[in-house]
């Protein structure tokens, strides 16, 4: 198996995170002697936050809950350092929770490129907004209160579907549309389909 990048989009409540966690167990048990480098945004922007340690921890803390969009500074160094610890041109590399837009899609080409990925996979979970916003707000998390949505789903839908295009325009890139809206066997399953992986 040749190293797989791939990049999850979808709006918050698509199921990014599941599908990942259930990606990286496949890769790992059909590729065992490759290293699968999973690389998720939200999580470490939570992390961060929990640290608690100084003004950039506790503003970021503060606005986790708000729906606001964390400030590219912030994403590209949490996401840059993750890159640079554990990636290599060897790795299988699964991303969610960037590019947010498509400035930042164009620098994360700079890493792409000195990793030698050339060939990415975007997996786009096409999950219409009456159902996210449900999942949402059922899952109980602090941060998903009606405005917060509502702000997530604006930003999703000016920001990041015109990621999407970019990736469909880029040479090398393979945009796969999923229905997110199937069980998460279903959506797992189409995945694996998508990217071959038998």
């Known amino acids: 198996m040749q190293p797989k990048t791939v990049i999850f989009i979808g709006p918050q409540g698509s199921g990014k995170g599941t599908q990942i966690d259930q990606l990286d167990a496949i890769l790992t048990e059909k590729d065992p002697t490759r290293q699968v480098v999973d690389i998720q945004t939200g999580r470490r922007f939570r992390a961060l936050a929990a640290k608690g340690e100084g003004y950039t921890e ?18 590209v ?65 602090a941060d998903d209160t009606e405005d917060s949505i509502e702000a997530r789903l604006k930003w999703y839908r000016e920001e990041v579907l015109p990621v999407i295009a970019y990736y469909r325009k880029r040479e090398g890139a393979t945009v796969h549309d999923i229905d997110g809206t199937l069980s998460i066997d279903g959506v797992h399953d189409a995945i694996l389909t998508a990217l071959a992986i038998t």
């Open 58 to 75: 506790e503003h970021v803390a503060a606005t986790l809950d708000s729906g606001v969009l964390q400030p590219l500074f912030l994403s």
């Open 77 to 141: 160094n949490l996401w840059g350092d993750a890159m640079r610890e554990h990636v290599d041109d060897e790795c299988h590399l699964l991303v969610d929770g960037f590019p947010r837009t498509v400035h930042e899609a164009k620098v994360l080409e700079s890493a792409l490129s000195f990793y030698q990925r050339d060939a990415i996979d975007i997996i786009n979970l096409d999950t219409p907004e009456s159902v996210v916003r449900e999942r949402m707000q059922s899952r109980g998390r």
